[in-house]
């Protein structure tokens, strides 16, 4: 079984504000790139079992996708995809937005985005959302490290503000994206410390010196059963990230450097996430 523990979805021309357009065009970045992220959404992500999907709500870097558009999405094919709900701890409403996803719109999990959000790990008002999702048993997916956006701090992405996190919330499942990447070695130094907290692999792939010498350092602290498979579609596909990790040696050519091992790659791509995360699966719906 494979599950995509990284997947977005969002319309582009409704969803983005003036500020994330800008850093978009800053880096050369077209949404038109992307088509319709919906449809293809529903086609690409057939690539796994089961696919985990958010929007993001993000009012300091300009995103704005309602929780209600990713459930209604996620209703399209809920035999084989699971909703988390995006939580912005810059609305007055935090909580009672958290709660209606969780009660009434079938979110199993959260996504939160520090360095999108503007507030510190360690904010108060993650701290409401942490209690919530610790008590009803909701794992929270993290943007961790960097990216393109501006105007709000990069060290709230780093990710030794979760490991605090996770010694304030020991039954707090938690998944750090992307490796923390820069900091995919002080990813690895947390995620092997708390038995909670996890890191997924997605869009990384794409730089491959940095991701060879990632899955490396991840093989040789032996922290290879806390990572996920992910994707972040629609910044890449389901069938292209499984196709580009599985070529990840290629990078090292004739060199005569060390391998990741086969089945180090394959156990990621194949890792249990719903058992995991106590998620619960479609396919027995
Ligand atoms: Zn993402």
């Known amino acids: 079984m494979i599950i995509d523990i990284h997947t977005h979805v969002f319309d582009a021309a409704q969803h983005f504000g003036p500020k994330l357009n800008a850093d978009l065009v800053r880096c050369g970045v077209d949404p038109a790139v992307w088509g319709n992220v919906e449809e293809r959404h529903l086609e690409t992500t057939k690539a796994a079992d089961v696919a985990v999907v958010f929007g993001l709500q993000a009012s300091a870097t300009g995103w704005n996708i309602p929780n209600e558009v990713v459930a209604a999405h996620v209703a399209k094919a809920p035999e084989r995809l699971l909703f988390f709900a995006s939580i912005d701890p810059l609305q007055q409403d935090y909580m009672d937005e958290l709660e209606k996803c969780h009660r009434h719109l079938g979110a199993v999990g959260v996504k939160l985005a520090p360095l999108y959000q503007n507030a510190h790990p360690q904010d108060k008002r993650y701290y409401d959302i942490y209690r919530y999702c610790q008590k009803n048993g909701l794992p929270i997916l993290f943007h961790a490290g960097t990216s393109f956006v501006s105007g709000t701090p990069l060290d709230y992405s780093r990710p030794v503000h979760f490991d605090t996190v996770a010694v304030d919330f020991p039954d707090l499942h938690m998944v750090l994206a992307h490796l923390g990447h820069p900091w995919e070695g002080e990813t690895i130094a947390v995620i092997r410390r708390h038995a909670n907290v996890y890191a997924d692999i997605s869009a990384l792939y794409y730089r491959p010196w940095q991701f060879y010498n990632s899955m490396r350092l991840l093989t040789e602290y032996k922290a290879q059963h806390k990572v996920l498979f992910g994707s972040d579609f629609p910044f890449t596909t389901t069938g ?15 060199s005569g450097l060390p391998q990741v091992p086969a089945d180090v790659i394959e156990e990621i791509i194949h890792r249990d996430a719903l058992r995991l995360l106590n998620l619960p699966n479609p396919l027995q719906k």
């Open 240 to 254: 292209d990230s499984i196709k580009n990790i599985r070529a990840l040696n290629a990078v090292t050519g004739t």
